[in-house]
């Protein structure tokens, strides 16, 4: 099913140039048991690591994992299944290893991983670099750093926010302290006046403000377009569907149930109405199941 789905998932699939396919995990809570009176019947959550076009709004695959720790294992299996050249890769700090770095460059593909503390040595160096940068006064730094910078405003349900964003290639000194990192070609910041607390990131693309503050923005699109989304409109976490793949294939049920309502492009109704809707009205889900995107969906099943 899963590999139909992938088939599907390729033929619908708009190709755009340096689109972002942001990788993320997600537990399915609500499956897990604990019993107090026999040992060993416990049940355990399932968790998926998932891939999503960001711009196309579609999931390429998923594959399960047991614990949220072999994301690591996990990622590798999921590059090998979806069609990334030319794409860019944006990936937690989980994933942030030079193997699955250098797989990404390996297939056509650029990245950019967020950067924390689980990897103290090189986190430690990037942040030391852009201790001095002052989003206020950059141009103050200039001549002891290298970097581009560019700030973007928004104004969205009553929050105002403004994001500051800063990249350097200036890296050759970064990767003779980490030879193994042979793909990073830059190193970036971010701070936004929601979180004080900078985050810092890594990449193979070059030193391009515009591309790195749009990469490292619509990442978080897999958090609102899809993680959220499978809460809210289908309460994922409250399944308590545990039987052997059960969990697994109503996860993938639920990403084409998502797929198939956002391919209405003329209702005003959000995702949780139309999918009520189409619960509804037999007339209004075979409008969207017999559209010529979703004819080959059909034709495999």
Request: glycine share 4%.
């Amino acid at each position: 099913m899963e590999s139909c789905f992938m088939n599907w998932v390729r033929e619908i699939k708009r190709d755009i140039r340096q689109e972002v396919i942001a990788i993320d995990g997600k537990t399915v809570r609500g499956m897990a048991t604990k019993s107090r009176f026999k040992a060993g019947t416990d049940v355990k959550s399932i968790h998926l690591v998932s891939a999503l076009a960001t711009e196309n709004r579609l999931v390429s695959a998923q594959v399960q994992t047991e614990e949220k720790s072999n994301e690591i294992t996990a990622i590798p299996l999921l590059l090998e299944q979806i069609a990334i050249g030319g794409c860019i890769m944006t990936i937690d700090a989980i994933g942030c290893q030079y193997e699955i770095a250098e797989k990404i460059v390996k297939k056509g593909a650029d990245y950019v991983f967020s950067l924390k503390w689980n990897h103290e040595s090189l986190h430690e160096e990037v942040k030391e670099y852009w201790d001095m940068l002052d989003f206020d006064k950059p141009e103050a730094q200039t001549k002891y750093i290298k970097f581009r910078s560019i700030s973007t405003y928004e104004e969205k349900h009553g929050r105002k926010e403004t994001r500051d964003y800063a990249v350097s290639d200036d890296v050759q000194w970064l990767r003779k302290r980490f030879p193994q990192w042979k793909t990073i070609n830059s190193i970036g910041v971010v701070e936004s006046t929601r979180d004080t607390e900078r985050r810092y990131f890594v990449s193979s693309l070059g030193a391009d403000e515009k591309l790195f503050a749009h990469a490292v923005r619509a990442h978080w699109g897999i958090e609102n377009r899809l993680n959220y989304m499978l809460d809210v409109v289908y309460r994922e976490d409250a399944s308590r569907v545990r039987k052997e793949y059960s969990p697994r294939t109503l996860a993938l049920i639920r990403k084409i149930g998502l797929t198939i309502a956002r391919s209405d492009k003329e209702s005003k109704t959000g995702i949780r109405g139309r999918v009520q809707q189409i619960g509804w009205s037999e007339d209004y889900l075979e409008s969207l199941l017999f559209r010529s995107d979703f004819a080959s969906l059909l034709e495999v099943s």
